[in-house]
């Protein structure tokens, strides 16, 4: 069995124990068939299964936490806005150019992707090295995605449309509506599939910044390009309004950790 597998098995536990304390015992049902199933695709050894579980395991674990949120923390929400407001970042964010606000965008979808082809070195170096890139990868992800149950606050682009970043005058009120097709995009895909509550910190931020890391130490080469690209997702999050400043700040702290740990043991 993959090592990867007890990240989403910590994660499953402790939300399976969150639901019972609230008396959603189908919810916990669902934490434990998600246990099992992450372990029986821990267990595949054909390469395509292989190499598409974890991140089938990470994309389940998401969407599962969906039913634990059920409104938003306005005290939450006001502290987390404080941050954006005392740093100015609605309006340091309007006075990018709109071309990098669209390759910002642009980044911000491929955050899945991005992680998918981070995990290619490790997986063509040897089943060990990609075993454990995805126990760091998942263990920076799920450690987002368990905080729901007791963090829950809308995105800020829930909470505010950010008029100083795409301005809703009259000239603008077509069917673009000042927005590029990565925004269009990426607002359509999480009104679709998002559980419509920010991560505290955010996954979105952890997952690629402990991929590039771990990427790193088995092909250093391409390190410092995924770096870069990691970085970029992460100035995304903030500046398209999917996150707070502060979520990111915690998402880089908890992306950074898994990686320190395991380059400790090695």
């Not at 959603?24 to 821990?42: H, N, Q």
């Not at 809308?154 to 795409?166: F, G, Q, T």
């Amino acid at each position: 069995m993959s090592v990867w597998v007890w990240p989403a098995v910590v994660f499953a536990g402790v939300l399976c124990v969150a639901a019972v304390r609230r008396g959603r015992f189908g919810l916990a049902a669902g934490f434990a068939a998600y246990a099992a199933m992450s372990a029986w695709l821990a267990g595949a050894t054909a390469a395509p299964v292989r190499f598409t579980a974890p991140l089938i395991a990470l994309v389940t674990g998401y969407w599962l936490t969906a039913p634990f949120y059920e409104r938003p923390s306005l005290a939450l929400e006001t502290w987390l806005r404080g941050y954006d407001d005392r740093w100015h970042v609605d309006r340091r964010s309007a006075a990018l150019p709109r071309a990098i606000r669209a390759v910002t965008e642009a980044a911000y979808a491929g955050c899945y992707p991005f992680m998918i082809a981070a995990a290619i070195p490790a997986f063509r170096h040897s089943p060990e090295a990609f075993a454990w890139h995805w126990t760091l990868v998942l263990a920076a992800e799920l450690s987002c995605y368990v905080t729901l149950p007791w963090l829950q606050a809308r995105p800020p682009r829930a909470v505010n449309s950010s008029p100083l970043i795409y301005p809703d005058s009259d000239a603008d009120r077509d069917k673009s509506t000042g927005k590029s097709f990565a925004r269009r995009f990426n607002e359509a895909l999480l009104d679709r599939l998002s559980v419509q509550a920010t991560t505290i910190p955010s996954g979105h931020v952890a997952g690629p910044l402990a991929a590039a890391i771990s990427a790193w130490m088995v092909a250093p080469a391409y390190g410092p390009w995924l770096l870069a690209g990691a970085l970029v997702i992460t100035a995304a999050t903030v500046i398209g309004r999917y996150h707070y400043a502060i979520d990111a700040v915690l998402g880089i702290l908890v992306g950074l950790l898994p990686p320190a740990i395991r380059s400790f043991w090695i």
